[in-house]
């Protein structure tokens, strides 16, 4: 398991430092792709090797999924369900990134763009009996994930995570400082996906629900021009970069890293 994780978290980093570039590449006005799950898949494929990574891709997500669900499984019975919890919805997102990821490379089937799936998913939903105080709580529920996410950066609190004593001074700042800037930008998309659904679920109106492509190109269109949407690239970039230091001085209890 221990080993199956630091496999994961070199395909995350993969996965974020793709999705970096292309935000990059949008922002200065040259993506041939769009900064979502299917635009770097095919972005890829398009390469050399590509298909090696996207098979490393593949594994990386299957082990991370049953890292995070050996660890909902395993959490002691005397702690709070709050990291039990995590590790389960974590591990079910990880579930859900191996299949689409296997789904492209077997059978090409390019995964829904983000911003179709919210708003179908906020139409089901506002279509129900109470269906706007569901779409509202899970914005605020959204809203407040991506507060804590990048408080976790401004705090350093990643850092509870890692053998900081085995890394050189070197390392340690480059790790202080790549946590800061990706998890900050990972936390200003999720907070804008939350808000975006409040406002969705206040102006009872689908189509007011955004996903990870939308909340990036309202970054390149905002006042301060394409250079909030270069922050933020970049900040991915870094969190991809932090994930493969993170395969090699993740903290483990027990055999099953933290």
């Known amino acids: 398991m221990r080993g199956a994780a630091r496999f994961g978290f070199i395909a995350r980093g993969i996965a974020y430092i793709v999705i970096g570039i292309l935000a990059f590449m949008l922002a200065v006005g040259t993506?041939?792709?769009?900064?979502?799950?299917?635009?770097?898949?095919?972005a890829l494929a398009g390469?050399?090797?590509g298909y090696l990574l996207l098979w490393i891709l593949?594994?990386?997500?299957?082990?991370?999924?049953?890292?995070?669900?050996?660890?909902?499984?395993?959490?002691?019975?005397?702690?709070?369900?709050?990291?039990?919890?995590?590790?389960?919805?974590?591990?079910?997102?990880y579930a859900i990134a191996f299949f689409v990821v296997l789904r492209f490379v077997v059978d090409g089937r390019t995964p829904q763009p983000s911003d179709a799936f919210a708003r179908d998913v906020t139409a089901r939903i506002l279509g129900w009996s109470g269906g706007q105080v569901v779409v509202l709580l899970l914005g605020l529920a959204i809203l407040a994930g991506g507060v804590l996410i990048t408080l976790r950066g401004i705090?350093?609190?990643?850092?509870?995570?890692?053998?900081?004593?085995?890394?050189?001074?070197?390392?340690r700042e480059a790790v202080i400082w790549l946590g800061r800037i990706g998890y900050l930008a990972r936390g200003v998309i999720v907070i804008g996906i939350g808000l975006?659904?409040?406002?969705a679920a206040a102006n009872y109106e689908p189509a007011n629900a955004k996903g990870v492509d939308a909340v990036l190109h309202d970054f390149a269109d905002s006042a301060l021009g394409p250079w909030l949407l270069?922050?933020?690239?970049?900040?991915?970039?870094?969190?991809?970069?932090?994930?493969?230091?993170?395969?090699?001085?993740?903290?483990?209890?027990?055999?099953?890293p933290v």
Not at 236 to 255: D, E, H, K, P, V
Request: aromatic content about 10%.
């Open 31 to 42: 993506a041939q792709h769009e900064p979502t799950a299917g635009g770097a898949l095919a």
């Open 58 to 93: 593949v594994f990386g997500f299957a082990a991370l999924a049953a890292w995070r669900l050996a660890q909902a499984a395993a959490a002691p019975a005397t702690s709070s369900n709050g990291p039990r919890l995590r590790a389960l919805g974590l591990g079910i997102l």
């Open 155 to 171: 705090r350093l609190g990643f850092l509870d995570d890692l053998r900081m004593g085995w890394m050189t001074r070197a390392s």
């Open 196 to 199: 975006a659904a409040v406002v």
């Open 47 to 49: 390469k050399p090797l």
């Open 230 to 256: 270069i922050a933020v690239a970049l900040g991915l970039m870094a969190f991809g970069i932090l994930s493969f230091l993170q395969a090699r001085y993740r903290r483990t209890y027990g055999g099953v």
